[in-house]
């Protein structure tokens, strides 16, 4: 039987089945919206067409809607034959490959054994202690100020190595972060990575490391980072106005001199690091301004935004208002403009057109974080370590026996959070960008209980990854990469 042909324009607009079938294929979240043409194959309105989007196959195409309406009619034809009378981009020559079978595929989970549980990923949480008293802090750093000990930290550097080296890694790494600023511990972060080096050295793999800091930091400090290939990121808000309210001393006084002397001594021992801003109700107006500012008074050409979290300091003083999201938005795109035009990426965590993924990180999934806290639990989660914590119960997953000299685990715990990824998630099904931001954050989502995790109710934050994601998907559709077009999303 030969292939219905597309229906004109006109004739689609008399059509009832057209109506029908926007109306099953369509998908509101909020404000935003979009169609399910077919398995992970999706159309996102722009201006008076559609982008035509397949994850799976890394492609991207710009479709006019009567190109869409001629797809959603004919569901058995040919995207060549649906989209014939339509403008397209890129070449049509392109457009047959969405008839073939999906060549790019996420890491998921099955096929994992369950017994195999060799973590890989470290971070170490080496203290409590923090020089700062910042007003959101999602786990009041510094307000009971504890150090790790020797024996814990050197137990979780062996435990992982060893499973490095088992599964035939090439590198060891290892990165200091969690419930305090990590280098007000800098004799235990010292003596660290040293053993790290030693055991690299003795079974020939590479060490690195990374560090998330409040940025106080010494010239000798920022030396020992130099010398041992630190990728460094560094906390900072915005501009010395925005800085003196969310990120002061825990004496109050401003932070900013003494941030951007540390900025100084890395970009002077030519230490790689990236800027880190928690954007809240008190900053959001001034993302672009600090944008400048950064391009202006320093080397750093990457900030990541983060819209505040509503747990720890962040909730008791209430700083994300019920606007922040669509304001976040606004700026954000004002910000990301700017960078475009003037050699900075500017970034939000979820949109990442950087490849494929099952999960937004390893705080679930096969490859589970092994992040261990200052007073020895260990997490999937650097954002949750310690028992008080609601989502303890979810992410903690073992703890350092010293009796054993060794990480007693909860298998149970383990193979729960091994076994969650984006398709166990119900308001991913049908999202376009769920194989890009995997889900998202869990954790964030695990303040509302275990159903705001893998229910159907959108976060907030969904409304950001899909439009900045969309922005960023014309970004590569109208300005294609050095490496090759903006069809392949690699």
């Not at 060549?103 to 998921?108: E, G, V």
């Not at 007003?135 to 009041?140: A, E, Q, S, V």
């Not at 950087?354 to 990180?361: P, T, V």
């Not at 060794?406 to 049908?430: H, P, Q, Y």
Request: charged share 20%.
């Amino acid at each position: 039987m030969a292939q219905r042909a597309p229906l004109s324009l006109q004739q689609l607009s008399t059509e009832a089945a057209l109506q029908a079938r926007l109306s099953e294929c369509v998908r509101y979240h909020g404000s935003d919206s979009w169609f399910v043409v077919g398995d992970d194959l999706f159309a996102i309105p722009y201006l008076d067409g559609y982008l035509l989007y397949s994850p799976l196959q890394g492609l991207l195409v710009l479709i006019t809607g009567a190109g869409l309406a001629s797809i959603l009619l004919n569901p058995t034809a040919s995207m060549s034959t649906c989209l014939s009378e339509c403008e397209i981009k890129p070449d049509e020559d392109l457009i047959r490959l969405l008839d073939t079978k999906a060549r790019l595929h996420p890491r998921m989970c099955n096929g994992h054994q369950e017994d195999d549980f060799l973590p890989t990923q470290l971070t170490l949480s080496l203290t409590s202690a923090c020089q700062m008293a910042c007003i959101y802090c999602y786990i009041h750093g510094g307000d009971s100020p504890r150090a790790m000990s020797w024996k814990t930290a050197e137990a979780a550097l062996r435990t992982v190595f060893d499973n490095s080296v088992a599964r035939s890694k090439d590198t060891f790494e290892v990165e200091f972060h969690g419930q305090g600023e990590p280098t007000a511990n800098w004799p235990l972060l010292r003596q660290s990575v040293l053993l790290a080096e030693d055991l690299c050295d003795r079974e020939g793999l590479t060490p690195r490391f990374s560090l998330v800091t409040n940025g106080i930091l010494s010239t000798a400090k920022a030396s020992f980072l130099a010398e041992h290939g630190f990728r460094v990121g560094i906390s900072m808000d915005g501009l010395q106005e925005i800085m003196d309210v969310q990120r002061p001393l825990r004496s109050g006084a401003s932070s900013f001199e003494t941030l951007m002397r540390s900025l100084r001594l890395l970009e002077e021992h030519h230490v790689d690091y990236c800027i880190r801003s928690t954007v809240t109700s008190i900053g959001v107006q001034s993302m672009k301004d600090f944008a400048v500012f950064v391009r202006e008074k320093t080397k750093c050409r990457y900030i990541n935004f983060e819209p505040v979290c509503e747990t720890g300091r962040a909730r008791d003083a209430g700083l994300a208002d019920s606007d922040l999201m669509s304001k976040f938005l606004i700026h954000f795109r004002e910000a990301s403009a700017f960078g475009r035009q003037n050699g900075m990426q500017i970034g939000l965590s979820s949109c990442r057109l950087d490849g494929l993924r099952s999960s937004f990180c390893s705080a679930y999934g096969p490859d589970l974080n092994f992040c261990v806290s200052t007073d020895g639990f260990v997490s999937s989660c650097y954002e949750v370590l310690d028992l008080s914590d609601p989502r303890g119960d979810m992410f903690i997953y073992g703890c350092y026996d010293p009796s054993l000299n060794a990480f007693v685990l909860d298998n149970n715990k383990v193979r729960r959070l091994r076994s969650l990824d984006v398709t166990g998630i119900e308001r991913c099904r049908d999202c376009f960008v769920k194989w890009n931001c995997g889900g998202d954050c869990i954790a964030k989502a695990a303040l509302g209980g275990l159903q705001a995790v893998i229910g159907s109710e959108a976060l907030q934050r969904c409304f950001l990854t899909r439009n900045i994601t969309a922005d960023e998907l014309l970004c590569t559709l109208f300005a294609p990469s050095q490496t090759g077009g903006g069809d392949a999303l690699v």
